[in-house]
């Protein structure tokens, strides 16, 4: 047995250094763990697949759209849908975390509080990062043809996992209210398809009737949407003011979302 | 190094690095806990009123009550996991509430749920608390095969611990508890539906660890546990102190022995039972051919009953002494039957799920 060492309690500068350190140490564990199911990355990454075959050759026939063909207008709209639903990865993450007891000892260690919540959503980024990966080569193997450049290219990768960063807070809040990891997903739902659906993911705002178009307009996912358009595909989509709202929403939702999110994870 | 050293150099460093002069000396007592009050349901369930604990640094204090009784919520207040609503308790000279971050320096937790990542291996659960405890770089992964190798995990160290027992589960729970040495221990039902052989196994580690300085508070409805492991045991019911004491100060306050004589016949146990009777604390039992007398010292008073029986001529067929098990001081302080078979029972269905924050 080596000897017992004392390390003196952090100084204030120690503590931010061991808040990073903590939350990269609970982002590894949860890298892991994805690594260990392969399954589980292998079937939710299906799911988008299906949804880019299931618009490109059955329903994307009958959707007209104005200035590009409909496969380079739907990619921008399935990456963005595909972060969304990603997000309920982190309410079932946390929900199981939570209802294993192992949140509980993480709360009797003297790891730094944020860490928990920090390191979810940082592995969820770096899954939203193999995502768009994975979608990038699917969709150009059905003829998604981007326009721009590598660097609008990244500049609109880096607004979708900005924007997917804020909504994870809110799913880690709904992980954390949830009874266990099955409801927290059913609680993701009824949210997510009205915000992914009721917007110009999939079709044009003209399509839709009048009442709705208010809506699906000016709600968040239409408007990441439409910035990421703007620089995936250019042209009649070019909207540098889709960009600065898709960075506004993002910002405002993580200022309201986060705060609640670890509210919550200091009660639960 | 010595316990109180150690407590004194923690003690001298706040939770921000500066010197803190105490206006105490560091206390001898690991725990400190004074009318700790938990009020659950909006008032509907008192999981704890009132509840004093102290665990002197350097023994093993058994907390036994059945399921329910607030044992489980005094170890998460105490560990810092939960807050009380009223009462106050202090580890190693810091206070739970306002000095958390230092009290989480001092403590390990084991629970009867094991909480390791099921998805990790051994190895990478141990790593990650050592990391999370900020051991300094370089000792995390000795500290880890040291501890796989002193719980008999080291062969099964690098499989997921999806694949262990439940025994190993446990095993691997107390060691991730153990990885910054802390000098306390709170050990919630650590052996709750382990087999029997695993359970002499965790005794034995944690006698050991006792051993080697290690001050331990454990909540166990097993009194055979808390007789075996603990110097002084408090009993809990309904969230209140109920009984407090050495295991066997208990037993003598509350338990009898029991001194028990086959007769011949049913006839000669009546007549015994008159002839014994001034023995006995309390009324004598006759069944059939059995009497049984409640007395205090059993060898002594079986030496004179035996005499009495040869100076009648009356033959034995049987004597036995029982003396008093903590079963009985149990029973005779909350009324209730321990939970031990009821326990057996859920164990064999299976791991349990974490139940919300009311139980025990």
Known sequence: MTELTITPAPSLAGSSRHALSDTWTVTKRNLIRTRRVPEAIFFSSLQPIMFVLLFRYVFGGAIPVAGTTYVNYLMPGIFVQTMCFGAIQTSIGLAEDLHSGLLERFRALPMSRSAVLGGRTTADVFRNVFVILLMTIVGILVGFRPEGTIFTYLAACGIMLLFSYSLMWGFAYIGLAAPNAEVAQLMSFPLLFPLTFASTAFVPLSSMPGWLQGFAANQPVSVVVDAVRSLMIGGTYYSPSSIWKAIAWSVGLFLVLAPLAVRKYRKA | ?360
């Open chain 2, 1 to 360: 190094m010595s316990l109180s050293r150690f407590s004194q150099l923690l003690a001298l460093y706040g939770p921000f690095g500066r010197v803190v002069i105490l206006t105490e000396m560091p206390s001898s007592l690991a725990v400190d806990a004074r009318g700790l009050t938990k009020v659950f349901s909006k008032g509907a369930v008192r999981a704890l009123d009132g509840f004093d604990i102290e665990v002197p640094i350097g023994q093993v204090v058994g907390l036994l009550g059945p399921n329910g009784s607030g044992k489980t919520t005094a170890v998460r207040i105490l560990s810092t996991i939960l807050q009380p609503d009223a009462g106050s308790a202090a580890i190693m000279g810091f206070d739970v509430q306002k000095q958390a971050s230092s009290v989480r320096r001092v403590i390990g937790l084991a629970g009867q749920y094991a909480t390791v990542d099921e998805n990790l291996t051994g190895t990478e659960n141990l790593d990650m608390v050592g990391h999370l405890c900020h051991l300094a770089r370089g000792t995390v992964k000795p500290r880890a095969l040291e501890l796989l190798e002193q719980f008999g995990l080291s062969d099964a160290a690098d499989r997921p611990v999806s694949t262990y027992s439940g025994g190993m589960r446990r095993r691997l729970d107390l060691a991730a508890a153990l990885v910054a040495r802390p000098p306390l221990l709170f050990l919630d039902e650590p052996t709750t539906g382990l087999d029997p052989q695993s359970r002499l196994g965790l005794w034995d580690v944690i006698e050991a660890l006792v051993k080697g300085g290690t001050t331990v508070l454990l909540t166990t409805q097993y009194l055979e546990e808390a007789d075996r492991l603990a110097n002084r045991v408090v009993v809990i019911d309904s969230g209140k102190v109920i009984a407090n004491g050495t295991p066997a100060e208990l037993k003598r306050d509350l338990g009898a022995t029991v001194l028990e004589l086959t007769l011949a016949d049913d006839a000669s146990a009546t007549t015994a039972s008159e002839m014994l009777k001034d023995l006995s604390t309390k009324v004598t039992h006759v069944d059939g051919n059995l009497l049984e007398l409640t007395v205090e010292k059993g060898p002594a008073v079986a030496a004179e009953a035996l005499r009495r029986l040869d100076a009648a001529d009356m033959p034995l067929l049987g004597l036995s002494l029982h003396e008093p098990s903590l079963d009985d001081v149990f029973l005779a302080l909350t009324g209730q039957k321990t939970e031990v078979d009821t326990e057996a029972l859920t164990a064999s269905t299976g791991r349990k799920g974490r139940k919300a924050k009311e139980t025990s």
